[in-house]
């Protein structure tokens, strides 16, 4: 089956514990994104990535870090994570990046 | 600042009744404009639209784009309960196809 997967779904953890997030998708897609969703604000995008070892800033990159070492995998990576990253996330790829993107079930990370 | 704007932010309606969602947007070097369904979960993919005019249709609800005055709507008919969601407008943009979401319409149906 075609997905995008997640994991963990749900993580609660303290200030400054470094955190990764895993995205692995099995549809060969190039394009790969993370979002973060917070009440009133909507999905906004974190990191990007076109390809293999091409990531560029989204709209809110900071205290965030991502890689793409392979094509299907790009984790994101919260060196010292803060309370005001308590969000849940979303990973996301698509073909070509202009097609409709498929998302990931969700991280629901709280950050105490 | 690529901007996506959706009206209203949330709409409560009954069974049988007609909803049409709005999303404006502005942003440079436009690609595509995604409609998306949110339940409790994660978004689904409905409708992309890159055309102007032309109306792109499933089952009860269908979109249009209008890239003149830049905006397009989602019209849902006949709802039901089922439709009660999140609604999210997105738009591709750019050579690196960025992708920017509205901040969303919290449908309500009613029985």
């Known amino acids: 089956e075609a997905q995008v997967t997640q994991n963990p779904r749900y993580l609660i953890t303290v200030t400054g514990k470094k955190l990764t997030v895993t995205c692995s998708q099995n549809?060969?897609?190039?394009?790969m994104s993370w979002y973060r969703q917070d009440p009133g604000l909507g999905l906004r995008q974190i990191y990007y990535?076109?390809?293999?070892?091409?990531?560029d800033k989204g709209d809110v990159p900071e205290g965030y870090k991502v890689s793409r070492k392979e094509k299907r995998n790009f984790p994101l990576i919260l060196e010292s994570p803060s309370p005001n990253q308590t969000s849940l996330y979303f990973c996301a790829s698509s073909r070509t990046g202009s097609y409709g993107y498929t998302f990931g079930s969700g991280t629901r990370l709280t950050v105490v | 600042e690529d901007k996506v704007v959706q009206s209203p932010l949330s709409l409560v309606v009954h069974e049988g009744d007609t909803v049409t969602l709005n999303c404006s947007y502005e942003?440079?070097?436009?690609?595509?404009l995604l409609w998306y369904k949110q339940e409790k979960k994660a978004p689904t993919f409905l409708f992309m639209l890159?055309?102007?005019?032309i109306e792109k249709k499933s089952g009860r609800l269908s979109s249009i784009l209008d890239k003149k005055e830049l905006f397009s709507i989602l019209n849902i008919t006949a709802t039901q309960t089922g439709d009660s969601a999140i609604y999210l407008c997105a738009v591709t943009s750019g050579s690196a196809r960025q992708l920017t979401f509205g901040s969303g319409t919290q449908l309500t149906v009613l029985p």
């Open positions: 549809m060969n897609h190039e394009y």
């Open positions: 890159t055309s102007s005019g």
């Open positions: 990535s076109m390809n293999v070892e091409v990531t």
């Open positions: 942003v440079t070097n436009f690609r595509s």
